[in-house]
């Protein structure tokens, strides 16, 4: 397993311009931050916290990033890599679009999903490698990232439940047939 250290030189090799802002330090993070705590009705409550977030080049850490286990970081910056690539492949303001408005900014945002099962099919993927098939398989693990997707957190941006559930159960049946895990 590359060091997160190593993934963040490999990832600022493929996107020149790349890198780590603490969100506590950046102005536009603490907007933000307000922003959500009032969009969500207060559901967003560890923007600062506990989420990561890709802008541009640039990878917002949250204050729980200085005490993440080492294969977390890793995890996550896997995660955050298929968001620098989608923004390459769609490109800066079809990528806000995208993530922003199909249909609805909450309650029904369809391109925010598509998104982030992408990037969350990777988190799945890095966690089976690095941690194992069970844990990507553990209950905690689907809990947090199907609340994600139906809950506050991310503005409720896909809650038909049984859909993501779904989708859950095909990606993690993809790795089990096509992948081998330590």
Aim: proline share 4%.
């Amino acid at each position: 397993m590359p060091s997160s250290a190593e993934l963040i030189a490999e990832i600022a090799r493929e996107f020149p311009g790349f890198r780590l802002v603490s969100k506590r330090e950046s102005p536009l993070s603490l907007l933000l931050d307000v922003l959500l705590r009032l969009v969500t009705l207060g559901a967003q409550s560890q923007f600062l916290t506990h989420y990561h977030t890709v802008l541009g080049y640039r990878l917002y850490t949250p204050d729980s990033w200085a005490t993440a286990a080492e294969v977390d970081r890793v995890i996550v910056l896997r995660h955050e890599r298929v968001h620098l690539r989608q923004r390459r492949r769609y490109g800066f303001f079809l990528m806000a679009f995208l993530y922003l408005i199909p249909f609805f900014p909450l309650g029904l945002a369809y391109g925010r999903a598509r998104i982030e099962w992408e990037a969350y099919e990777e988190t799945l993927r890095a966690t089976a490698e690095l941690c194992g098939l069970e844990r990507a398989r553990s209950r905690e693990l689907r809990a947090g990232i199907v609340g994600r997707f139906t809950g506050g957190a991310y503005g409720w941006m896909w809650p038909f439940r049984s859909q993501v559930e779904r989708w859950y159960d095909r990606a993690l049946a993809e790795l089990s047939q096509t992948e081998r895990f330590a």
